[in-house]
């Protein structure tokens, strides 16, 4: 969080500006200093967030940013990693060393926090993991995690998937598909793939084309779409694990050509049901569109007012989802703000 600068007289801002330069004093903008601003009353959270890739990110950002105000007795020190571990990592210490009270971040990939979450708990500071999961060997390195059961969510996209095929009457037709994966190692991409490609395996008719990294973003989604439509030529289905990738896959399709839609040549599947995303379903260029629920900031309140209260937490918070499709689409546009 910022800390406002002293007003100093106009005539004398280009020479100290030298100055501070020089000294090394200058703050970049949204820099973590908090010295002599805290009020030894509020609760101090040291926030770091995967990035703003996507807009369900930004979403789930707004979520937490939203919750741990001054008004409701927090101080929080923000960071965006910018998709990099080593910028996470590096933050997390940062937190550690200015002894915040509780850390919670969302980790780019599961694996690789082993030693940055034991100098936590040797700091005696708790760890609250949202959206994304991590592979420890010691479990009570991080205290609890809340998210989404994105297996589940492959799982709804198999089942739909389904049920739209034996709709048409195509159950016994094969049924080439091609996957738009999100970041490589990230607990939405592993449990989305594995749930989807479990309801997959059940069906024998179904023949998953090639899994292709789509980064989570609409630019790397249309151009991995583009080489798709230009490496198979009959393409059935698209699952794309995030609604921005599907908006850039749209756009590969659209200038293949061909159309999008439960009538069109290809079908579509999207997860996150950003309110874009939805107006897609409402449009019929998207089939169906699998929530991914943001609203995991009131969740981190809930368990922080827990751990205040020396109350028991649980170790996993699942955050309630759906399926939209054309049938229940129109009530959920209506409320969706992101």
């Excluded at 089942?159 to 195509?170: A, C, F, M, P, V």
């Amino acid at each position: 969080m910022e800390i406002p600068a002293k007003k100093i007289h106009i005539f004398f801002i280009p020479l100290l500006f030298l100055i501070l330069i020089l000294s090394g004093c200058v703050k970049e903008y949204g820099s973590e200093d908090t010295e002599n601003t805290v009020d030894e009353n509020l609760i101090v959270v040291g926030v770091s967030q995967v990035g703003s890739e996507s807009v369900w990110r930004t979403a789930n950002t707004a979520s937490i940013q939203n919750i741990l105000t001054k008004e409701n007795g927090y101080f929080m020190i923000f960071n965006n990693a910018r998709q990099k571990q080593e910028n996470q990592i590096k933050a997390l210490r940062s937190f550690i060393s200015q002894r915040v009270d509780y850390i919670v971040f969302s980790p780019i990939t599961e694996d690789g926090w082993e030693t940055v979450l034991q100098e936590a708990k040797e700091a005696g500071i708790p760890v609250i993991l949202i959206d994304r999961k991590v592979n420890l060997s010691d479990q009570s390195l991080y205290t609890t995690w809340i998210g989404s059961d994105f297996y589940k969510e492959g799982r709804m996209a198999g089942n739909i998937l389904d049920e739209y095929l034996t709709k048409q009457h195509r159950q016994e037709e094969s049924i080439r598909i091609v996957v738009l994966q999100g970041t490589e190692g990230a607990t939405a991409t592993i449990g989305r793939t594995n749930g989807f490609n479990e309801v997959a395996e059940a069906h024998e008719n179904w023949l998953i084309l090639e899994q292709a990294d789509g980064e989570f973003t609409t630019a790397k989604g249309q151009e991995e779409m583009e080489m798709l439509l230009h490496r198979y030529k009959d393409i059935d289905v698209v699952i794309s694990q995030n609604d921005d990738m599907t908006f850039g896959a749209l756009t590969a399709i659209q200038n293949a050509g061909l159309t999008a839609g439960e009538d069109g040549d290809i079908m579509v599947i999207s997860f996150d049901a950003v309110k874009s995303g939805l107006q897609l379903v409402d449009e019929g260029l998207v089939t169906a569109d699998i929530e991914c629920n943001p609203n995991q900031g009131e969740y981190v309140e809930t368990v922080i007012r827990k751990l205040e209260n020396n109350e028991a937490v649980a170790k996993l918070y699942f955050v309630p989802e759906t399926v939209f499709t054309k049938e229940n689409v129109k009530d959920a546009l209506e409320k969706r703000t992101y």
